[in-house]
């Protein structure tokens, strides 16, 4: 009767449901669970990964468009790097719905092709004689609107993890989560190492920074994306117990420690993807003088901007790893302290005017909140992995029959966390923007070497920014000891979760 009823299920969902998934049970992970997991979490890498050079692709465009013959403010280039933030962090919740919703092989592949949507803006509209032709406040409005759309990307992390959440045992989870972000988070580098590379193909040496072919920077994408969409859509697999309805939304968000840890992404990914987003335009307009004495790297390299990205993306695997053996907590909290320092000495490297010691402090923030990604989400499934524990110990039941309810608001939080998070990132773009405010009023209409003298003795108007930042972590450094590490009169972790 059992197989029937399953066989009848399956078919009732389609090609690619697994109805019955069992990851913890060790010889189901031996014989079958570790093979399906591992090709499912591949195809997801490589989904998320052109989902985030999607997202962050204006971040490295807006420093072309003055070449292009597009010229934009610098509060018109923050709002063109804030606007697909923001859009991403607000589609990050319905994505992870989406998941139980379609399964994760169907909407991977459609996560996929909705990526062709701002690819194609991008090889068409912007370069277009059309839009060069109408006037600045139109460009800037079809620009806006074009950066917003490229927001579609930023969702697909939710969704993401979401799925691969499901598929691994609780002893692997923070490798594997770390892995698929990890993957992901590297496709902000490639695009910020790829893109100015690609926008000057087949434009001489001694014209860099004259002409550029803008539409290349949405081309390029195009081949990968239908490789990913065919690719999911021929070997993923949907787990039927991957559901989050939204009653586990509900109930995740009656828990404080939903918000306790949203916090924390917020100063660690929203760190991550905020300065991933600004850093280029803060280096342009902070240094110009470094930039025009090495036009390789301000040509080439879009102000070596992508390092930062890289550093942050190939860490963050490590803080899942540290978290495993140490407890999150812990890391977070050697996160945010060395997120203080390493910003209080890029705030030295403004005022000294040094490049040097300003990049190197940022890779150094970069390097923390990569750490810092890995393990706030490995806190998420140990915290309410414990919750159903806890509800399994008052109601007198089975822990195994609590788990799959709090396994599916674990998969919440990751949704509600990734969003909030993310939004983080555009309050960062909008900090530098406000800060800029002075500077972007002296330069405008100024052109050539004016420009550089002008962005020269405004070069401190990063400082306001760099202190709230600090500012921010320090409370977050708090709120971390406070909420999970800090001890009482009997010298026991004052919080109940002293193994997260």
């Not at 580098?189 to 040496?205: I, K, S, T």
Request: glycine share 12%; hydrophobic share 50%.
């Amino acid at each position: 009767m059992t197989d029937t009823t399953t066989t009848t299920a399956a078919a009732r969902r389609g090609r690619g449901w697994i109805e019955h998934w069992n990851p913890e049970d060790e010889e189901f992970w031996e014989t079958t669970g570790r093979r399906v997991a591992r090709r499912n979490l591949i195809l997801s890498v490589f989904t998320e990964h052109l989902g985030f050079a999607i997202w962050v692709l204006w971040s490295v465009v807006v420093l072309s468009l003055p070449a292009a013959g597009l010229p934009m403010s610098v509060s018109e280039s923050f709002w063109l790097v804030s606007a697909p933030n923001l859009v991403g962090a607000a589609i990050r919740i319905p994505y992870t719905f989406a998941v139980p919703r379609f399964g994760g092989r169907v909407w991977t592949t459609i996560s996929a092709a909705l990526l062709l949507v701002p690819s194609s803006l991008l090889a068409f509209v912007v370069p277009s004689g059309w839009l060069a032709a109408q006037d600045h406040d139109t460009r800037f409005w079809v620009l806006l609107a074009c950066a917003a759309v490229a927001g579609v990307g930023g969702g697909n992390f939710s969704s993401s993890m979401a799925n691969i959440s499901f598929f691994y045992p609780e002893r692997r989870k923070g490798f594997a989560l770390g892995l698929n972000a990890a993957g992901g988070n590297l496709g902000v580098a490639v695009v910020q190492l790829l893109v100015p590379l690609v926008v000057v193909a087949g434009v001489p040496v001694a014209a860099s920074g004259t002409r550029v072919h803008l539409a290349y920077a949405g081309l390029v994408w195009m081949p990968f994306i239908v490789i990913a969409g065919i690719g999911a859509w021929l070997f993923m697999d949907s787990l039927a117990e991957a559901k989050a309805d939204p009653r586990s939304y509900a109930a995740a968000l009656r828990h404080g420690q939903t918000w306790v840890v949203s916090l924390l992404y917020v100063g660690t990914f929203g760190s991550f993807i905020g300065f991933s987003f600004a850093l280029p335009l803060v280096i342009r307009t902070t240094f110009p003088e470094f930039l025009a004495q090495h036009p390789f790297i301000r040509d080439y390299l879009a102000g070596l901007g992508f390092v930062g990205a890289l550093v942050g993306s190939v860490a963050r695997p490590l803080g899942g790893r540290l978290s495993d053996r140490y407890g999150g907590a812990r890391v977070t909290l050697a996160v945010f302290a060395g997120m203080v320092v390493a910003t209080v000495a890029a705030a030295g490297g403004v005022m000294r005017h040094d490049f040097g010691l300003f990049f190197c402090s940022y890779l150094v923030v970069f390097a923390c909140s990569g750490v810092g990604n890995g393990s706030t989400y490995r806190m998420i499934p140990v915290i309410f992995g414990e919750l159903g524990r806890r509800e399994a110990a008052r109601r007198g039941l089975d822990p195994a029959l609590t788990a799959p309810d709090y396994k599916r608001r674990a998969a919440a939080v990751i949704g509600i966390a990734g969003a909030i998070g993310a939004f983080g990132g555009f309050l960062i773009q909008q900090v530098f923007r406000l800060a800029s405010t002075d500077a972007a009023s002296a330069m405008k209409g100024v052109t050539g070497a004016a420009a550089a003298r002008v962005a020269q003795e405004h070069a401190g108007w990063s400082l306001p920014a760099l202190w709230i930042f600090v500012s921010a972590y320090v409370l977050l450094a708090g709120l971390t000891w406070w909420t999970y590490l800090r001890r009482g009169p009997s010298r026991a972790p004052s919080f109940a979760y002293a193994r997260v």
